[in-house]
């Protein structure tokens, strides 16, 4: 089949307009995920209760969903990008106002609604609608002084970083804090405020550790660990040297058996043990390929709005995955985190599924881009 320039279609368009390059990656971390998943999710299953292959199955049908997700957001054009972005915040805002209510409480924290029989993380979708609603409030306070965009951009971070950290959820709380503070500074806006904000942030992980014993506990054990330690960090880091350059086999790995969480904040270490460093450079690089492409994409762009949305979604992406990794060979606390893709987990991955395909529709070329 052949697509003609005169057709004038949306799907004609979005063809001719798309960056395939930086599609085609994210559809093979896509699949990549899938594939791992194999490797740490059975033997979690079967400590649980379900049948060997319950989460891979699961993680093969989000991934599916999370494609459309990818394809069909990546057809929309900037406005649209941004009405479904405030669409997508005001819901998950109503979410985690319910979810301190209503939501299931697991291992102290309420982060989740039971929907249907399905659990759902509204914080999870909330992080790509809050970086494109932040990035398009601080480009409006630059280029129209009549509007009260950095006061709302600053009000609606407060918001949210109060909403995060009633459930408590610490670790998402930094994260966006991270990026938003990024955008602050990229807007233009004054150095000194960025590191009045930089300050406010290191007070509250003060304060964060003072008021949370899970946080202090977490802190204390990564910077003072004891001799002989068999915590899920320790555990995980010692996956790396058994697993070497090359793993020790699919199937092979012990790691996963141990480790409660090996299917989703751990399984970046399943993944070295049993496949190797190798491997695990080779996912970082496109990890990093596809973060560095979105960046690229956004220096390009010359609509302030555009760009600084775009930067936000690759540094939100980015982050998050350096966070788990980070965790994962021990240079990090633990924190919760997912690897974008490869980490189970419907939430994330639908979330993270919206996150590329806005950023893709906001890296399509446009006339005179």
Avoid at 168 to 174: A, C, E, N, S
Avoid at 299 to 307: Q, S, T
Wanted: aromatic share 10%; net charge positive.
């Amino acid at each position: 089949m052949r697509i003609s320039r005169a057709d004038k279609s949306r799907m004609t368009e979005w063809w001719f307009t798309t960056d395939f390059v930086l599609l085609m990656a994210v559809f093979v971390l896509l699949g990549a995920g899938v594939v791992l998943s194999l490797a740490a999710s059975p033997s979690v299953a079967l400590r649980s209760g379900f049948p060997a292959y319950h989460f891979v199955i699961r993680h093969a049908f989000f991934a599916s969903v999370g494609a459309v997700i990818i394809v069909m957001v990546s057809m929309l054009d900037p406005r649209s990008v941004r009405r479904l972005s405030l669409g997508v915040l005001a819901a998950s805002i109503a979410g985690l106002i319910f979810v301190h209510f209503y939501g299931a409480e697991i291992n102290g924290a309420r982060r989740w609604l039971s929907i249907a029989g399905h659990s759902l993380q509204p914080s999870e979708f909330a992080k790509p609608a809050f970086v494109v609603v932040s990035a398009w409030l601080l480009a409006e306070a630059r280029e129209r002084p009549d509007m009260p965009g950095l006061p709302l951009a600053v009000a609606l971070m407060c918001a949210l970083a109060g909403l995060l950290v009633s459930q408590p959820d610490v670790g998402q709380t930094l994260l966006v804090l991270s990026v938003w503070t990024a955008l602050f500074f990229a807007s233009g806006q004054p150095v000194r405020r960025a590191a009045a904000i930089g300050l406010v942030a290191a007070g509250g992980l003060y304060g964060a550790y003072h008021a949370f014993a899970h946080v202090r506990f977490r802190i204390d054990r990564f910077l003072n660990p004891l001799p002989g330690d068999l915590s899920q960090v320790d555990r995980a880091m010692r996956s790396f040297t058994e697993g070497g350059f090359l793993g020790r086999g699919p199937g092979e790995g012990t790691i996963k058996t141990v480790l409660p969480d090996a299917h989703t904040d751990f399984i970046f270490a399943v993944v070295a043990e049993e496949y190797g460093i190798l491997t695990c450079l080779a996912l970082l690089s496109l990890l990093a390929f596809i973060v560095f492409r979105l960046l690229w994409r956004a220096a390009l762009e010359p609509d302030a709005a555009i760009r600084l949305a775009s930067v936000g979604l690759a540094l939100l992406f980015g982050l998050q995955a350096l966070i788990n990794m980070g965790v994962n060979v021990g240079l990090l606390p633990a924190k919760g985190m997912t690897l974008p893709f490869i980490s189970a987990g419907g939430s994330s991955m639908l979330a993270v599924s919206l996150t590329l395909g806005m950023a893709l529709a906001l890296a399509r070329r446009r006339p005179g881009g």
